[in-house]
């Protein structure tokens, strides 16, 4: 590929040899040197490819074999510069592309984000928006040692950040915590209690730390404290003599209550497609679409689907440019009527689907009772589920300001 570019750039020539000796010609080539490459047989001699500085040299060899030699083709930049070299425009073109790609190269025009799960590209790209580093941004304003200790001050769920910038494209990789909002939260060392998440009968209970404030059988409201993180101290009288403060920790579970409802429409409208089709091609320059002026949509109702590519230079080198081709589809309306069959085959997928997200959550569920009622057009699938679960959520512990013997020295003073 190099060897390639070079010979344009230097630029050469096909020629074709005929005469008394081609042979002997090609014999003196090779002992003075002379590359030629391409070389082919042809009617009365050889047809090859020759740089232009070794076509110069071929005089005495010509001479010498009595052969005679013709071009047949002229490549590369020299005679490209010749042809044109009455066309001003056509350099000071070149030379103002050559700037425009070397001022585009000191801009951010693409960003690639790896290893999110938690955090979606969008949240990732409004962040880097907020911090004056998104994409069309100059790379000389952009740190990325300020911009990777930000991410991690922002989102306490990522807990290794990567940024580099090669080119014109910005690499942003991320590693998130594994651990669940729940078990995060209890690596606390601060005070904390333990609340219900939801209201709920409690069924299993096992503390490890703090003070219990319920018990197995117990109903509770959401937001209702479980386990305290505030412990009593006592004297010798039984009186709180002061308060310790620690993280609470337990496993608990309860019986939880779930209400499910769905909606199925008893007719469904078809967007069948006709068979006509048209395409369109635009570019896109930074912000601004420049569509075929020629275009004309033909269909009253279409479907489109566009494919869009940027242009890039290298691997590494983006420019603020893609090219999109968009296809329209003609479709028309075909209403369908369901069948109680159908309905009852959506209705079972529908809560299936919502039962496998409660499970992949943890939650186990007990029992189940859901019906279908039919409303005219419609039918609704409406019922209750009781589910077993952890409830366990956090907040601070409520420290008191002031000791048992300052509120004694009160109340006596009272």
């Not at 630029?11 to 002997?24: D, F, I, S």
């Not at 085959?345 to 689907?353: L, P």
Request: glycine share 6%; proline share 3%.
């Amino acid at each position: 590929m190099l060897l390639s570019v070079i010979k344009y750039f230097r630029g050469y020539v096909h020629v074709k040899l005929t005469g008394y000796a081609p042979e002997r010609f090609l014999n003196l080539c090779g002992n003075r040197n002379i590359l030629i490459w391409n070389l082919k047989p042809c009617e009365n001699g050889y047809t090859f490819c020759i740089s232009v500085d070794a076509f110069r040299q071929l005089k005495p060899i010509l001479k010498k074999t009595k052969t005679q030699i013709r071009i047949q083709k002229r490549v590369g930049m020299p005679f490209c510069a010749f042809r044109y070299r009455r066309r001003y425009l056509f350099p000071a073109g070149l030379l103002f592309f050559c700037f425009l790609l070397y001022d585009l190269s000191g801009f951010i025009w693409n960003i690639e984000i790896n290893g999110n799960s938690y955090l979606t590209t969008e949240t990732i790209l409004d962040f880097l928006e907020e911090e004056h580093a998104s994409f069309g941004t100059k790379k000389s304003q952009i740190s990325c040692e300020d911009l990777e200790e930000a991410m991690r001050s922002r989102y306490r769920d990522v807990i290794w950040t990567s940024i580099k910038i090669y080119g014109t494209k910005m690499t942003v990789d991320i590693q998130e915590n594994l651990l669940s909002q729940e078990e995060y939260e209890a690596k606390s060392d601060e005070p904390q209690d333990i609340v219900a998440a939801k209201d709920g009968v409690i069924t299993e209970m096992v503390t490890r730390a703090g003070t219990p404030l319920t018990a197995v059988g117990a109903e509770v409201k959401k937001g209702d404290i479980l386990v305290s993180g505030r412990i009593e101290v006592l004297n010798d009288d039984g009186e709180i003599m002061q308060y310790l403060y620690r993280p609470s920790d337990a496993d608990i579970k309860a019986k939880v209550l779930y209400s499910y409802r769905d909606v199925i429409d008893g007719t469904w409208v078809e967007m069948a497609p006709t068979g006509n089709t048209k395409e369109r091609y635009s570019i896109t320059l930074l912000d601004n679409v420049f569509d075929w002026p020629l275009f004309r949509n033909p269909f009253a109702e279409y479907q489109v689907q566009t494919e869009s590519r940027q242009l890039h230079v290298a691997d590494n080198f983006y420019l603020p440019v893609w090219l999109n081709k968009s296809e329209f589809t003609e479709v028309e309306q075909v209403r369908h009527e369901r069948t109680e069959a159908e309905i009852r085959q959506i209705a079972t997928k529908n809560f299936s689907d919502y039962i496998k997200d409660l499970e992949e959550k943890g939650i186990q569920i007990i029992s189940k009772n859901v019906i279908i009622k039919s409303t005219g057009e419609k039918y609704v699938v409406s019922g209750d589920l009781w589910a077993h679960e952890s409830i366990v959520s956090y907040q601070p512990t409520e420290v008191y300001d002031t000791t048992m013997q300052e509120r004694q020295n009160e109340n006596e003073s009272d």
